[in-house]
């Protein structure tokens, strides 16, 4: 089993959707989590962290279940612009390396 | 704002070969990793490194090594270039300090990524 799930897609919705990505993670003692952007032949970046309380950043919206295991990310109003591999990413255990799990990938393609 | 920067974009090689990528951040950060991306499987670790002269092998080290002699600097080196080794190659790092800025914390960096073909 993958340490970090996702479904790969592609995901392909009119502009002005909402649109939804899960993520599930295996290690019940991972601490951090995060959603990574990679734009076509580009490198990834953070879209922003997940916080156990959920939180929301303009059109984005993380959230995670511990008891599940489980982290979404809500998009609400794609743009074209949104077009792009969302990265699910978790902190490997609870030390201090740095070292991050990604997940494959979900492909969203926005169209006009 | 953080710069990581990878000394090729595009390299062609021949099977055998040893092949240097080298990976350099401006951010004095403590950790730096080495990644292949290939289609379907994501991106994987192949070694990490979270101090100077210290490496630690990630998930796919098999036909590779690293060097960090500097705090900047992370390179990594195939011995014996083979054709399974053709990918895109990512460097990122990240600090292991903590700032005001809550993401900035085990925030990975990345390169833009080397895209090596072995022949």
Redesign the interface.
């Known amino acids: 089993r993958k340490e970090v799930e996702q479904d790969?897609g592609p995901f392909n919705v009119p502009e002005g959707a909402t649109v939804a990505f899960n993520c599930t993670y295996s290690n019940s003692a991972s601490q951090?989590f995060?959603w990574y952007r990679q734009d076509c032949r580009?490198?990834?970046?953070?879209l922003?962290?997940v916080y156990s309380s959920g939180n929301e950043d303009g059109r984005f919206t993380a959230q995670l279940n511990r008891a599940s295991q489980y982290i979404s990310l809500l998009i609400r109003d794609s743009k074209l612009s949104d077009s792009a591999t969302y990265?699910c990413v978790v902190?490997a255990g609870s030390g201090?390396?740095?070292?991050?799990i990604?997940?494959?990938?979900t492909t969203l393609q926005v169209k006009p | 704002d953080v710069k990581v920067t990878q000394s090729s974009r595009y390299l062609v090689k021949r099977t055998g070969e040893k092949v240097f990528l080298e990976c350099v951040q401006d951010m004095d950060h403590?950790?730096m990793?080495w990644?292949r991306q290939d289609p379907?499987?994501?991106?994987r670790?192949i070694y990490?490194s979270?101090d100077v002269k210290m490496k630690?092998k990630?998930d796919i080290p098999e036909g590779y090594s690293v060097s960090r002699e500097k705090k900047e600097r992370f390179s990594l080196i195939l011995e014996s270039a083979s054709t399974n080794q053709t990918s895109m190659y990512?460097c990122a790092s990240?600090s292991?300090i903590r700032t005001s800025r809550?993401?900035s914390y085990?925030?990975?960096f990345?390169?833009?990524?080397t895209r090596l073909t072995v022949l």
Do not use: I, V
């Open positions: 790969p951090s995060f580009k490198e990834p970046k953070l922003m962290s990265l902190k201090n390396t740095g070292k991050l990604f997940g494959q990938g | 403590e950790n990793f990644y379907g499987l994501g991106l670790l990490f979270y630690e990630g990512l990240s292991r809550k993401a085990n925030e990975q990345f390169g833009p990524g």
